[in-house]
């Protein structure tokens, strides 16, 4: 066990760093960073002025090493829009994007394991069917048009949350359904058939022919053999949302969190920015992917870690 | 459990809103909240660092200048400076008001002023504002309520340049927080920042001026365009800055002034078919801007007088006007500069500027109506920057753009987009060049103007660009809100009322 994490945390020190370098290439590479940065009616002089202040005018190598040099404190330097160490305001929002995620996940756990099993239960039943649809709207629908709707009937319309904007309850409530939604959907269907998948084996008639009670057949057997894709699929869900799907969300919410900070950092070609705020979001979703490798252990000790 | 929610959150709606009953009454002293939305968060709050529109939606209420603006003619008239003038070609001399004080006590006096000028021009602030101080070489405490500001050259435009500085304390400036909690001398003191949240502001009731009425002033940033619609309606916020013009007509109340941004076409005079200067006046004829006024901006946009300039900038010639749209004589003289139908290539962006791509297209069309062969090809970001700033030789035929000239004078706008050096110029005329130059150093205000006009005019008879449409600053507010915006599209809450 302990061999296993010690290899999957090397792994994931290198998957942080390929993505960080990939970041590094494709913002220094393409145009000039300069004149992206600054107002169009900066003269050449003040561009000029600026790239050698932010080093862009020294060797790509240079650059490079001088990037790799501080990225490794964990020091991207200051935002050049909000001229305050990139790292830090990051940080400052990440708690709340993990507010945001956490809330969904939670949401989407608790309406969509249920809803997934019922649904196994009575295949073809009205529930089923009504299941199956509502899931497949949830998973096809766009976030950013979901939350707009949401937006007009139940904050303009009804008035019972806010529009947007950070804070308790009636703020927290359209942007979680919004981030929660497609995994609901998802997480319900992948529930349904892999329980549809343990009801039909073998055992089930071995548990229910030993005498046990329906509820501890269909919960204790088919349930907790049925949550490894589960797991899986939520796990991944997580990831999506913390690495993209907030970006979206946040915007229409204003939300200030990591991913409302990383579609101005990028609006404004804001190079510290942009790369701390990948460098912590890769490293979110590269701790969920260890915290997921432990807990199939957990929930299936069939699985071995050597 | 769903139950208990939903009454749990009626009975919080039922307590807000009787709170906000209570919060009207009061005489004289300041009142009442004003929830302010603007497209993103501040880049800072140093007030001399940065060139950031959210910045100035914020410090414009917390900071003055030497030199204000009245709010209707936007003719410069005083602020923190009693009067100012000329004492010899190169020194301008200004008497300072008297008693004023900042936030935290230190006193407003000829030491401040001068060091707010200082501090703006020195390498080691670095501002991004700095150009548009170029001229300043330094400025000097005379006695306690006046300093003398020399100038590198004769510069006649220094009150129009002060209206853009703004006065820093200066003992409190060096203080590490002095970039997230500032402090003015103006009618709102800073409270909180929150950063990507809200900015909290309060009345300064010590304040030298009119009283501000309104007691709190909350600044949001609400990226998304719908978003901040929905939030005017759902009465979360009062005022909107950039309501689109489609959504005139979904909020309670609406107001426009004219603005400051011109959408333009930069035509490559020097290589290329347009070298022609019937061709370029052909486009010129072309172009039926009252109908894209109307059909893109549902009339919230004016056809640019020719010029680039509103006639609130120093050095609009009134004689100029637009172009007009005369399809007839487009094809006529396309016919006569022999035309053959070489493809015009047409370069434009979309997303950076209300409306462009579909501007873009709408104008090509037009272009093709006369007989041009025009393609156009929408570009990323970068790309675009990189053509706009390559000069003549790589310039495209056509390339879109936007301008914003915020110092309200001529020379900002004539220097980068026509003048043979300017940065995004791909036009080149003797003549014009040296009414500009001769401009930037001419002290006698009439002469100053009278060489704009006839630059003005040269670049417009010359078909220099293309001539598109000025736009329109938009703004959405709730019923309870009192405002005439201004042309220079300050939003002061001192000049704003609640009127429950």
């Known amino acids: ?306 | 459990m769903m139950r208990k929610f939903f009454a749990l959150v009626g009975v919080l709606v039922l307590l807000m809103s009787v709170l906000a009953a209570c919060g009207g009454a009061g005489g004289a002293a300041p009142a009442g909240e004003i929830v302010i939305a603007i497209g993103g968060d501040p880049s800072t709050l140093d007030p001399q660092s940065a060139d950031d529109g959210n910045e100035r939606a914020v410090n414009d209420n917390i900071y003055e200048t030497l030199v204000a603006r009245d709010p209707k003619t936007m003719e410069l008239v005083p602020g923190l400076a009693e009067s100012w003038k000329l004492v010899d070609p190169t020194t301008w001399e200004v008497k300072l008001r008297q008693g004023v004080k900042f936030h935290n006590g230190e006193p407003f006096d000829a030491e401040a002023a001068a060091f707010s000028i200082n501090r703006i021009i020195s390498p080691e602030l670095n501002s991004q504002v700095a150009s548009n101080f170029a001229t300043i070489k330094e400025a000097k405490v005379i006695d306690a309520n006046t300093i003398q500001v020399i100038t590198t050259g004769p510069d006649p435009i220094l009150p129009t340049r002060l209206y853009l500085l703004k006065i820093v304390p200066p003992k409190y400036a060096s203080d590490p927080d002095f970039d997230t909690k500032p402090v003015g001398t103006g009618p709102y003191k800073f409270v909180e920042w929150v950063r990507d949240d809200h900015v909290d502001l309060e009345a300064n009731t010590d304040y030298w001026g009119t009283k501000p009425t309104i007691g709190k002033v909350r600044i949001r940033p609400i990226k998304e365009e719908v978003t901040r619609l929905a939030a005017l309606q759902a009465g979360e916020v009062d005022l909107v800055r950039g309501l689109i013009p489609e959504y005139v007509s979904e909020v309670p109340k609406a107001v426009s002034t004219p603005g400051l941004e011109f959408p333009w076409l930069r035509l490559n005079t020097l290589v290329g078919p347009l070298t022609d200067k019937r061709l370029r006046q052909a486009i010129n004829y072309a172009l039926n801007k009252d109908a894209l006024a109307q059909s893109l901006y549902s009339g919230y946009a004016v056809p640019d007088e020719g010029q680039i300039l509103t006639p609130g900038h120093f050095g609009y010639n009134p004689n100029v006007k637009a172009y007009p749209y005369d399809p007839e004589k487009a094809k006529a003289l396309i016919q006569e500069a022999g035309y053959a139908g070489e493809e015009i290539e047409f370069i434009g962006e979309a997303g950076r500027w209300l409306k462009d791509k579909e501007l873009i297209e709408a104008v090509a069309q037009q272009l093709r109506d006369v007989g041009f062969n025009v393609k156009v090809n929408i570009v990323e970001w970068s790309q675009w920057l990189d053509l706009l700033f390559a000069g003549a030789d790589k310039a495209p035929t056509i390339q879109f753009s936007a301008h914003s000239n915020e110092l309200l004078d001529a020379d900002r706008t004539l220097s980068s987009l026509f003048h043979s050096t300017g940065s995004q110029t791909a036009y080149s005329n003797p003549e014009f060049d040296q009414l500009v130059d001769a401009a930037r150093t001419e002290t006698d205000t009439t002469k100053r103007a009278d060489e704009y006009h006839q630059a003005v005019q040269i670049a417009h008879d010359d078909a220099a660009v293309g001539y598109l449409l000025n736009l329109k600053d938009v703004y959405g507010m709730t019923e309870r809100v009192e405002w005439t915006p201004r042309a220079d599209g300050k939003m002061l809450v001192l000049e704003m009322k609640l009127t429950e």
């Open chain 1, 1 to 306: 066990m302990g061999q296993f994490i010690i290899r999957r945390l090397i792994y994931s020190v290198a998957v942080i760093a390929g993505v960080s370098v990939f970041v590094f290439i494709i913002t220094h590479m393409l145009g000039d960073p300069a004149r992206m940065m600054l107002p169009l009616e900066s003269t050449e002089e003040e561009v000029e002025a600026f790239r050698d202040a932010m080093g862009f005018n020294d060797p790509i190598l240079v650059q490079f090493w001088n990037f790799v040099k501080n990225a490794v404190r964990l020091d991207f330097g200051d935002s050049i829009w909000q001229k305050e160490p990139a790292m830090q305001l990051v940080l400052e929002r990440l708690p709340r994007t993990l507010q945001l995620v956490a809330i969904a996940t939670v949401l989407s756990l608790v309406l969509a394991i249920p809803l997934g099993a019922a649904a196994a239960l009575k295949p073809r039943s009205l529930l089923d069917r009504t299941c199956t649809v509502s899931s497949l709207v949830g998973v096809s629908i766009p976030d950013f048009w979901l939350g707009l709707i949401l937006i007009l009937i139940f904050a303009v319309g009804l008035g019972i949350f806010k529009t947007s904007g950070y804070g308790g309850l009636p703020y927290l409530v359209l942007p979680a359904v919004t981030l929660a939604a497609r995994s609901i959907g998802q997480i319900t269907l992948i529930t349904r058939s892999a329980m549809i998948d343990e009801l039909n084996q073998p055992y089930m008639s071995t548990a229910r022919a030993k005498g046990l009670a329906e509820r501890t057949v269909v919960v204790r057997h088919a349930l907790r053999n049925a949550t490894i894709p589960i797991i899986t699929l939520s796990a991944w869900q997580i990831a999506r949302m913390v690495s993209g799907l907030t970006v979206a969300v946040e915007t229409v919410f204003a939300w200030p969190g990591v991913g409302l900070l990383a579609i101005q950092a990028i609006q404004r070609r804001d190079l510290p920015l942009i790369q701390a705020d990948v460098f912590i979001v890769a490293l979110v979703v590269v701790l969920l992917n260890l915290v997921l490798d432990i807990l199939y252990g957990f929930f299936d000790p069939r699985i071995r870690y050597s």
